[in-house]
């Protein structure tokens, strides 16, 4: 099974229907108004004050229907506790409840989505520490990396070099990475 647009509206409904009978709709802080599909750089998903929710168009063509889920819930948490709250535990609270008894999203489940992006390349920074850390996705090669002028620290420890890779490709052993994609 591969998410269409149709499938998102659909799961947004059962969502939905999920989330009214656990709190009723005319005490969210926002209620829902509407649901777009869009590219959103490094997010699943994002929730605004007039009640839209926005969804990652890397979800399509994926088979990462447990991810979409978690994801259509956690704004729908956020625009039942308001915006404001942000991560903190009032919304951990709703989001909790909002997700029993559904199934948790495999890593290869994210690695699908994660790969569907329109990105090229990775930055990848080497540190005179021996780390690699994962600058994530870019469209183009910049001078600013290719031309390196060996001026760049990371938490106080020198970058040695640059370096482009396939978006795609398997990143070297010991690569730390910022979480990617949030919500
Ligand atoms: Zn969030």
């Not at 704004?75 to 506790?81: D, K, N, R, S, T």
Request: aromatic share 8%.
């Amino acid at each position: 099974m591969k998410i269409t647009e149709e499938i998102i509206q659909a799961e947004l409904s059962r969502c939905l229907a999920k989330a009214r009978k656990a709190f009723l709709e005319a005490h969210w802080a926002h209620p829902f108004s509407k649901l777009t599909v869009e590219m959103l750089a490094t997010k699943y998903g994002e929730a605004s004050r007039d009640g839209t929710i926005r969804i990652s168009s890397a979800f399509l063509n994926t088979p990462a229907l447990a991810q979409l889920t978690n994801t259509l819930l956690h704004e729908i948490a956020h625009l039942i506790v308001g915006l404001k709250q942000g991560h903190n535990k009032q919304f951990r609270h709703a989001l909790e409840r909002l997700l029993e008894s559904e199934r948790l999203p495999s890593e290869a489940l994210k690695q699908s989505i994660k790969n569907n992006t329109p990105y090229k390349y990775r930055l990848l920074a080497y540190t005179s520490a021996g780390q690699v850390l994962d600058l994530g996705g870019a469209y183009r090669r910049t001078k600013r990396y290719l031309q390196y002028k060996g001026n760049h620290s990371f938490k106080g420890i020198r970058i040695d070099r640059y370096e482009y890779v396939n978006f795609c490709s398997k990143l070297p052993e010991l690569t730390i990475c910022d979480e990617n994609l949030k919500d």
